[in-house]
């Protein structure tokens, strides 16, 4: 298997992994605050509000992660620069193209807890406690 190949496989599986945790993160943080989403519910809250807050909230997480992961990948890059086939490791392209595909995971995963969100029936929220 060439070294191509092996870092491709890697990065998927990274990506996948990545993918995972943030979908079980968001869903674990929907669940943990699912009483202050059934009151701003109860109190009037349109479900764009709501929608808006936990998209905001993966965003915000992924934006944090995206800048320290390009800080470390930028250092690592240095470091493995003899394996990358035709990269730099300041290539701005490449950078540029898998922090879009980040944000984008990002967003495909916070959406299924965001509209999970928004199902919450305030009653059974506020009993839960």
Known sequence: MSR?????AFASIAFLLAAIGIHGLLSFTVSQRSQEIGV??????????ILTMVLRHGMLLSVAGLLLGAALAFAAGRAM???LAGVKPADTRA???VAGLCLVMSLVGSLLPALRA???DPLTAIRSE
Not at 4 to 8: G, K
Not at 40 to 49: F, M, Q, V, W
Request: aromatic share 4%.
């Open 81 to 83: 620069e003899s394996l």
């Open 118 to 120: 928004i199902r919450v």
């Open 40 to 49: 701003r519910i109860a109190l009037g809250a349109r479900s764009g509000h």
């Open 95 to 97: 950078f540029m193209v």
């Open 4 to 8: 191509a190949r092996l870092l491709r």
